[in-house]
């Protein structure tokens, strides 16, 4: 009977994470066609970036305080709906302004469907978290794995990148209906303190996690919505477009196997050789394999996929480190996965303007900076906390 009872919230859960992380792994290429369909300039390809980000973390502080106040369900159906109107609008849109508008709608919606999916699983499985919330990032993957090729299938079809997200648009009509007929419990959102968070700024590793985080995310919004850029711009033993496109499709369909199979990984990695270390390995070799990979691209196109086994990780790796530096948990980190959203936004812009200036072969050595930045952040970091962060962690609790 429990099984039965908690099975709509199940299938939101899943459905949820599939679709952001099908919506994640293919911003990239949609705009690659984007860019040639409504001649977005790569100024314009960053500012779209820009906006998402921006709609994505707004999303995220609303959609918490909303959840608590009026329910999952309504947040769940609110969020749907959101994201339904701007694939719509984005599907529809001719001209680049109302391409912009309707794409910070996007990312509203993925936003509050991503806090209202993470608000399911302690809230209908509080005895198996973890067990659940593995489950989720196995279906994030598939999601992530699936799609660009589904995607890319279309593409050599014939049919318009506006279509999948239309596609789209009309499978959440049928969520928002499955929603609305089932009973969905109440979820559990981690509040924002913003005292705790003030007062965490004076711990300076906590500080350095909060960085760790922004350049993580930096790297990984650049290198994920600019990566087809990237490589349409090679000439690659003069490749096709259409051939490009199958490469950009395969090369990120492996780089999400390898990114959830590392997530699911990671906590037996960090336990064996502990955060630290974890962080120091992992953004080294994501910086290796980023760099060899673009200065070897002729020869060595394929190895960006490797990439993703060693960003996977990282955040989650530097989350339980935070966690562990502050006793006040999520509730500070809250604020910190906020600057880390808003940090996103302006990699995506300056990736942008960078590559518009000096062509997106120059613009793309910029995800190779941030990960550096990362890796000279990660050897700085402490596995436990100082002795005036152990005060600081008792102020902030009072």
Avoid: C, H
Wanted: glycine share 12%; aromatic share 14%.
């Amino acid at each position: 009977m429990a099984a039965l009872r908690n099975l709509p919230a199940l299938i939101i859960m899943l459905f949820s994470m599939f679709l952001l992380g099908g919506i994640s792994s293919t911003k990239g290429i949609i705009l690659e066609e984007v860019k040639r369909d409504i001649g977005l300039g790569m100024d314009e390809f960053g500012l779209v970036v820009f906006i998402f980000q921006w709609g994505f973390v707004l999303a995220s502080v609303i959609t918490g305080y909303y959840s608590d106040k009026y329910g999952l369900k309504l947040m769940t159906i609110i969020g749907s709906l959101i994201m339904g109107i701007g694939l719509l609008g984005t599907g529809s849109a001719g001209a680049v302004a109302f391409f912009l508008g309707f794409y910070m709608v996007v990312g509203f919606g993925l936003g509050a469907m991503t806090v209202a999916s993470n608000a399911v699983v302690p809230a209908v499985y509080p005895k198996k978290q973890g067990m659940m919330f593995n489950i989720s990032m196995g279906i994030y993957g598939v999601g992530m794995f699936l799609t660009p090729i589904i995607l890319n299938a279309m593409f050599a079809a014939g049919i318009s990148w506006r279509w999948f997200y239309v596609g789209i648009a009309i499978l959440l009509v049928v969520f928002i209906l499955y929603v609305v007929s089932v009973k969905v419990p109440e979820g559990k959102v981690d509040k924002i303190n913003i005292g705790a968070f003030v007062t965490m700024l004076r711990n300076t590793q906590f500080l350095f996690v909060m960085l760790f985080l922004v350049f993580y995310v930096s790297a990984e919004v650049a290198f994920m919505n600019f990566f087809p850029s990237y490589l349409q711009s090679l000439n690659l033993d003069e490749a096709s477009p259409a051939e490009k496109s199958a490469m950009v499709a395969t090369i990120i369909s492996v780089f999400s196997v390898l990114f959830t199979l590392g997530r699911l990984a990671g906590g037996f990695i960090t336990g064996y050789i502990g955060e630290k270390r974890t962080l120091i390995l992992f953004s080294l070799l994501a910086l290796i394999v980023v760099t060899l990979s673009k200065y070897f691209a002729n020869e060595w196109i394929y190895m960006f996929a490797a990439a993703g086994l060693f960003f996977s990780v990282l955040f989650p790796t530097a989350t339980g480190l935070g966690t562990k530096l502050s006793e006040t948990g999520g509730s500070a980190l809250g604020l910190v996965y906020v600057a880390a959203g808003i940090g996103g936004a302006f990699a995506g812009w300056i990736v942008g303007a960078v590559s518009e200036a000096f062509g997106p072969e120059k613009g793309f050595n910029l995800p190779i900076i941030f990960l550096a930045i990362l890796f000279v952040i990660s050897l700085v970091l402490k596995d436990k906390p100082d002795a005036d962060a152990v005060q600081l962690n008792s102020k902030a609790t009072k």
